[in-house]
């Protein structure tokens, strides 16, 4: 138990240290915001689907959840590179009790940065529906949050340097961001998107922030946390499977 | 303590272990001397259960380290050749972190963290990140750490690099303390034949892979039919400079090193 908190204690120190990655992975959702929500607002209206900035707010906060649990997870290729992987993996503690500890590090910066970009589109005009929801929508992030960063950890345990890295974000990242719903209705969209769609944790993990923020559903809070729930459980196990087994 | 038969490990085509045979007794200084690429390190990393064996068998305190893992890691402390510290922290964050991983209860913790950052020197920059330390700054730490709790073995993979002689002379004194007082048993790689000489009880000469010669420093020179320990190396080693492979390591640093304002 003391190995899982020191190993969180750890990833946030990190993330308290680097401002300038705080920083710059702010910089990415808030050009979505700003140049989607503004550029293609009055067309939304015009469409009938009323404020755009209202839609897109909880699909940029799912975003900047995505990118930065994925981050963290991959950042265990820095630590193989620069050795510290070594000192933790040759300690007397469960290989998944690290694998917790980091990925619930990695999630919870994933968490705070998300929360920092929902108080920015409040700026940009986003406006919470129900107050008394917002327990739900902090649950939906920490789930998307512990998924991907899990995920990436996984994903980092089978790679050994940062060529993998570029493949990671053009293979996974950006599928999962562009396919899942944040930017556009997916009840609107063709029966194939629609279908590729209902693999991606992150449609589900938007759908449910935004039932919570704005009370406009797709699959509805239910199947949202059932099934993120279970993509959770499956990239943990997936994440702290791949970590075990681990071999420098 | 530890025992190994045959033991192997190939990457692909490339065999850095060719079946090693070695046993060290319990309480016992054991050195392996060999030069770049000589297989040291792959030894180390098989029985601190970071690489599985391609073949043979090792022991570990009676324990299979490719198998008990978990287990293994409770009976040795390691200092590796390269750095394994977080430059995010500082030098007391790091320490602490190992202590935590290690158990080390917290009153006795703090303590021994002070007094091993006082001997080597690091105490007053226990609240500096690692980021800012020098090349020696961190060997000290790396070592320092390594101390903080007492294990049945300890593994010391060129831990002398890079160092000074002051702090060098610190290391072995406080090793051969431990060895006399705690009768922790000690497995250490260098490249300096005198320290060798000075702390080893048991000398194992690696080379392409193989064990060349073991035995005490006398018996190598005996062997040999030459005076120093550095002769007798280069006798059972030939004079030939060894190429290491740079591999991704190196591309990874130069890369940093673009992106680090």
Known sequence: ?????????????????????????????????????????????????????????????????????????????????????????????????????????????????????????????????????????????????????????????????????QLVMNLVVMP????????????????????????????????????????????????????????????????????????? | MIWARELTKNFGAISAVQGISFEVAKGEIFAFLGPNGAGKTTTIKMLTTLLKPSSGRVELDGLDPATQQQETRKRFGIVFQDSSIDDELTAYENMDFHGVLYKVPKRIRAARIEELLKLFELWDR??????????????????????????????????????????????????????ETENVTVFLTTHYMEEAERVAHRIAIMDHGRIVAQGSSEELKRQTGTDSLEEAFLALTGTSIREEEGGSIVRMRRMVKLFRR
């Open chain 2, 126 to 179: 226990r609240d500096h990140q690692v980021k800012h330390f020098s090349g020696g700054m961190r060997r000290r730490l790396e070592i320092a750490r390594g101390f903080l709790h007492t294990p049945k073995i300890l593994f010391l993979d060129e831990p002398t690099l890079g160092l000074d002689p002051q702090t060098r002379n610190q290391l072995w004194t406080h090793v051969k303390r431990l060895n």
């Open chain 1, 1 to 165: 138990m003391n190995a899982v908190y020191i190993l969180w204690l750890r990833q946030l120190k990190r993330y308290t240290r680097s401002r300038a990655r705080v920083t710059a992975s702010l910089a990415q959702p808030l050009l979505f915001l700003f140049a989607l929500g503004f550029g293609l607002g009055p067309t939304f209206q015009k469409a009938g689907h009323g404020n755009y900035i209202q839609f897109i707010s909880p699909g940029v906060i799912g975003m900047t959840v995505l990118f930065n649990s994925m981050f963290s997870g991959i950042e265990l290729i820095w630590d193989r590179q620069f050795g510290f992987l070594k000192e933790t993996l040759v300690a007397p503690v469960s290989r998944l009790s690290i694998m917790i500890g980091r990925t619930l590090g990695g999630a919870t910066t994933a968490l705070i940065q998300g929360v920092i970009i929902m108080g920015v589109c409040t700026v940009a005009g986003f406006r919470v529906q129900n107050l008394s929801l917002l327990p739900v929508a902090f649950l939906f992030m920490a789930l998307i949050a512990t998924t991907f960063t899990a995920l990436g950890t996984g994903i980092a345990s089978l790679l050994t340097d940062f060529q993998g890295f």
């Open chain 1, 176 to 248: 999962a961001f562009f396919l899942s719903g944040a930017l556009f209705p997916l009840g609107e969209a063709p029966a194939p998107i629609q279908f590729i769609a209902s693999f991606d944790p992150l449609s589900f993990g938007v759908d449910g922030l935004r039932t919570a923020l704005i009370g406009v559903a797709h699959f509805g809070i239910p199947t949202d946390l059932g099934v993120l729930a279970t993509f959770t459980t499956l990239f943990l196990g997936f994440g702290g499977y791949l970590f075990s087994r681990i071999q420098l």
